[in-house]
């Protein structure tokens, strides 16, 4: 158990609809990444945040977007669903090091997205 | 543009017996840093071992160790003593800048009794 948690496990919904996914980083962490997961793509990096700020974007479409909570749990909306946003998402934190450098990123358990 | 290659989509080892799996990655950065994950059946990803492109001595952790090799930009995983709960795809990552991390396709390592 990597103490990051995300909900919910699985989700099906239809085309066109918007749906959100919740994650809770591990104590103290700071940042929260979203990936996505699909068989096409591999593992894709979305967005990160750090203390409510978005800090970095990759490969996300604009039909999603994400935010950070001040009880830094994030959220990850995606809306106008097409059969090809199905995948695996995950949700990984990390604690920012005082020192620079960087910490490991930790992944929660995902949320399995079927859009039919 | 970082890239990161793992050229064996599928291995498979004895149990107790020793696998190697290989990652290579493309990089103008002198600093960075370099995981493998573990993602089992369950899906969930698993830090398996880190290493910092600045040290010189490969990591290792338990029955893990890479085999860093910085000017071949290469980054091998080592599992010694194969057990059956090894099974599983076996992700090479990279990043540089603590914000994306760019993962290999990924090698799925069967483990046979």
């Known amino acids: 158990d990597s103490g990051v948690t995300q909900t919910p496990k699985h989700l099906i919904t239809a085309t066109g609809q918007r749906v959100t996914l919740r994650c809770s980083p591990r104590?103290?962490?700071?940042?929260v990444y979203w990936y996505q997961q699909s068989l096409d793509q591999g593992l894709q990096f979305l967005i990160q945040?750090?203390?409510?700020?978005?800090?970095a974007k990759g490969n996300i479409l604009e039909r999603f977007s994400a935010q950070q909570f001040p009880d830094l749990h994030s959220e990850l909306n995606l809306s106008s669903l097409e059969l090809g946003d199905s995948a695996l998402y995950f949700c990984?934190?990390?604690?920012?090091?005082?020192?620079?450098?960087?910490?490991?990123?930790?992944f929660g358990p995902g949320t399995r997205l079927t859009v039919l | 543009a970082q890239t990161v290659t793992q050229s064996q989509p599928e291995m498979s080892v004895q149990e107790a017996e020793t696998v190697t799996l290989s990652c290579t990655y493309d990089t103008s950065e002198s600093d960075y840093y370099l995981f493998w994950y573990k993602q089992p059946p369950s899906r969930q990803m698993i830090l398996v071992i880190r290493q910092e492109a600045y040290k010189q001595q490969n990591a290792t952790e338990n029955r893990f160790s890479v085999n860093f090799q910085k000017a071949a930009k290469s980054f091998s995983l080592k599992i010694s003593d194969s057990q059956l709960g090894d099974a599983a795809m076996y992700f090479c990552a990279y990043t540089y800048n603590n914000n994306d991390m760019r993962f290999g396709a990924g090698t799925r390592l069967t483990v046979k009794p």
């Open positions: 990984a934190s990390s604690v920012e090091p005082l020192a620079g450098g960087i910490d490991t990123q930790y």
């Open positions: 945040y750090y203390n409510g700020e978005e800090r």
């Open positions: 104590s103290g962490d700071l940042s």
